[in-house]
Every structure is written in C-alpha cells, then in structure tokens.
C-alpha cells in the first residue's frame, strides 16, 4: 500500500503544454471532428440494431459530447486524487493530455471497424490491439455488463494509460511506477462503476440478492 503523502519529499515536476496554447483550437476541433467520424461509423453499425432511428441520427454528436464531459471528469478525478496525497495537477495542461491521448480510443474504434468489414478470423487477430471485445471464444459469452467495461482493453487503451501516468510524473515529479500503478487503480475502478452501472441500468442488480 503507498502511504499518504509518500512523495512529499519527492522532486517538483512540470508538465509542459503538449500543444502549444495558440494550436489548442484547431488541435480540439480536429479532436472532436475525429470523434463525430467514429461516433457516425458507429451510428452506421448500429442501423441493423434495436436503436431507434432518431437516435442514431444525433448520435455522433451525442459521442462528442460525451467524451468532452468525461474528459473534464477524468482529469478532475486525477486531481481530486492528488490533492488528496498534497500535490497539485494542473488541471487545463493535464487535461489537454487526457483529452489528446484518446486518439488512441478513436484508432481503436477504425481498428475495430476494419476488423468487422474484414475476412473471419480477422477481429481475433486485432482483439490484442483494440480490444478484447473483438475476440471470440469464451470472451464472446462475457455478460453485456462485462463487455462494456472491459471489452476495449488492449494494447492501445494500455497505451492511453501509460501517456496519463506519464503525464502524472512529469507534473508532480514522481516515479514513473508509482504514476503507472495510480492510473491503473483509476482505470479499474471506473471500470468496476460502470460495469455496475451497466448492470443496474439492465435491471440485474451485481450485488447478491439475500
């Protein structure tokens, strides 16, 4: 267990602007005219489904607003949580990385397209890259819960969490390890929340009933 406060004695960081202030508005349009393209291929996907047409035609955009608000949330949520061990993050150049590093989630998403379009047997081979939920097999059986929160783990998510946790040490001037098993923790509990919250959403309660 890290003690609180264990890298009080610790060097100060600083963490630069991945982008420069001045490229930053062109940098988050293009962002989340990345993210309206993924959310309207998913859109596209979703036609065959049980999604009602009205949604699918604001979909994309309810995409990019989606990821805006949970980019403010994670980089809150590192902050709150450095806070609390007496550090300081900045919050708008932290949150330029968190926000910069889901390109990785978008490659994912292009990753995972080419995979459905592509010959059988394709997606298993891509499942290490963009996600497990590309695999068959046993992974296929894993509950829509389970899939929602684990199912895009893979090279590139380890990829995003590894440039979070690199961002974290540049700031605070911290060890590397230290800012990786952080981030990690992190991930797995948003992961725990919304796989319970997928399940409580579908009406299947996670907790045993007595």
């Known amino acids: 267990m890290i003690a609180r406060g264990s890298f009080a004695a610790g060097t100060t960081g600083r963490l630069e602007w991945g982008i420069a202030p001045w490229v930053q508005p062109a940098w988050y349009a293009f962002l ?3 993210w309206w393209r993924a959310g309207a291929a998913e859109a596209v996907r979703a036609e065959a489904g049980p999604l009602p047409v009205s949604l699918i035609a604001i979909a994309p955009a309810l995409i990019v607003t989606g990821k805006l608000t949970g980019f403010m949330v994670e980089t809150s949520l590192y902050r709150l949580l450095w806070r609390g061990r007496g550090r300081s993050l900045p919050f ?12 990785t989630d978008v490659l994912a998403l292009q990753v995972a397209g080419i995979a459905h379009r592509g010959p059988a047997g394709l997606a298993a081979w891509l499942a290490p890259v963009a996600g497990a939920h590309l695999a068959g097999g046993w992974v296929a059986g894993w509950s829509p819960a389970v899939r929602a929160a684990f199912g895009t783990a893979g090279l590139l998510t380890a990829l995003r969490l590894g440039l979070t946790a690199h961002a974290q040490q540049k700031a605070l001037g911290i060890p590397l390890r230290s800012a990786l098993t952080w981030t990690a923790l992190a991930w797995l509990a948003t992961r725990m929340a919304l796989l319970f919250a997928v399940d409580l959403m579908r009406g299947m309660s996670p907790l045993p009933v007595r």
């Open 92 to 103: 708008w150049r932290f949150f330029c990385v968190v926000a910069s590093a889901s390109m």
């Open 32 to 34: 989340a005219w990345c």
